[in-house]
């Protein structure tokens, strides 16, 4: 079973529209979890770390659910900017790495 | 400016030659990274370095090695057991690697191409 699941990509969506994008974990004693932002043939760039409360930045929403072990994030009015690939990335309790998912590509079309 | 610098940006090898991947950071992290991406693959971890002279295999430690014998550096050989060295190599540093929501920080990555 994979430790960190993602959507399968690509999400092909309009400026302004608002997407969400879900991941699932597989580790119960995983403790953190962050969405990382990666754009093509570039480094992955943390996006923001993801509270148990919730948490949100600007037009970035996180949300951790621990008892169905799933993370999402949503973006509100998608800019062009946000063309990129989303990374699911979750530690876990005891480990000292950071455990990947694939990866969503999101694609924001004028 | 503060960071973490690998070069060479690009690299062609021949197959069967050893490579050298070189990662710097000036950030004081006391943690180090390597991981690999393959197209359509997340990132996997080759090797890791919580303190300088001490380091821990990945999960694809086969056919890599490491040193890290200064805090700021954490160089990268790809060596010719690695049946599949083609890849895009990046390399990350964390203030600590055991604490709670730690967050790792990436260089821009180099690209291996052999031949």
């Known amino acids: 079973r994979k430790e960190v699941e993602q959507d399968p990509g690509p999400f092909n969506v309009p400026e302004g529209a608002t997407v969400a994008f879900n991941c699932t974990y597989s580790?119960?004693?995983?403790?953190?979890f962050f969405w990382y932002r990666q754009d093509c043939r570039k480094e992955p760039k943390l996006l923001m770390s993801?509270?148990?409360s919730g948490n949100e930045d600007g037009r970035f929403t996180a949300q951790l659910n621990r008892a169905s072990q799933y993370i999402s994030l949503l973006i509100r009015d998608s800019k062009l900017s946000d063309s990129a690939t989303y990374l699911c990335v979750v530690k876990s309790i005891g480990y000292s790495t950071l455990t990947f998912g694939k990866g969503t590509m999101l694609l924001v079309s004028p | 400016d503060g960071g973490i610098t690998q070069s060479p940006k690009y690299l062609f090898r021949k197959e069967g030659q050893n490579v050298t991947l070189s990662c710097e950071q000036n950030l004081n992290h006391d943690a180090m990274y390597w991981y690999r991406q393959d197209p359509g693959q997340g990132l996997r971890l080759i090797y890791y370095?919580?303190?300088?002279?001490?380091?821990q295999k990945g999960d694809i430690a086969e056919g890599y090695s490491v040193s890290r014998e200064k805090k700021e550096s954490f160089p990268l050989t790809v060596t010719s057991a690695q049946k599949n060295p083609t890849a895009f190599y990046l390399c990350a540093s964390s203030i600590e690697g055991q604490g709670r929501g730690e967050t790792q920080y990436f260089g821009p990555g180099t690209r291996l191409l052999v031949l």
């Open positions: 370095s919580q303190i300088v002279n001490d380091f």
């Open positions: 993801v509270y148990s």
């Open positions: 580790n119960s004693a995983s403790q953190s």
